[in-house]
Nanobody, 123 residues
Framework: QVQLAESGGGLVQPGGSLRLSCSAP????????IGWFRQAPGKEREGVSC????????YYADSVKGRFTISRDNAKMTVYLEMNSLKPEDTAVYYC????????????????WGQGTQVTVSS
């Protein structure tokens, strides 16, 4: 059983930065991918970014391109989401999730999920 745990959320002013962490012991698997998703109140969960250990590729939603950066530390078995120039519309609960194979933006494709961490962007 793979257990994922997010951390690093909080309250930040517009234009500020946060770094989210996802502890993912199962990500040592060569054929796997970690995705970051978010869900705002009253909205569906949406894909934000993904990093694939399978082919090394990185993916970003159009809404976060140029502002968010995903990275991984294999030794710490941790995936990070660096979020800069945050906007009020980035407010949501952020989740990390793991799937076998390559990156996907589809929620049902991910088998393992963390509990989520709240990010609030407000002045």
């Amino acid at each position: 059983q793979v257990q994922l745990a997010e951390s690093g959320g909080g309250l930040v002013q517009p234009g500020g930065s946060l770094r989210l962490s996802c502890s993912a012991p199962g990500f040592t698997l060569d054929y796997s991918a970690i995705g970051w998703f978010r869900q705002a109140p009253g909205k569906e969960r949406e894909g934000v970014s993904c990093i694939s250990r399978s082919d090394g590729r990185l993916y970003y939603a159009d809404s976060v391109k140029g502002r968010f950066t995903i990275s991984r530390d294999n030794a710490k078995m941790t995936v990070y989401l660096e979020m800069n120039s945050l906007k009020p519309e980035d407010t949501a609960v952020y989740y990390c999730a793991l799937k076998l194979g390559y990156c996907s933006g589809n929620v049902p494709d991910y088998r393992y999920w963390g509990q989520g961490t709240q990010v609030t962007v407000s002045s």
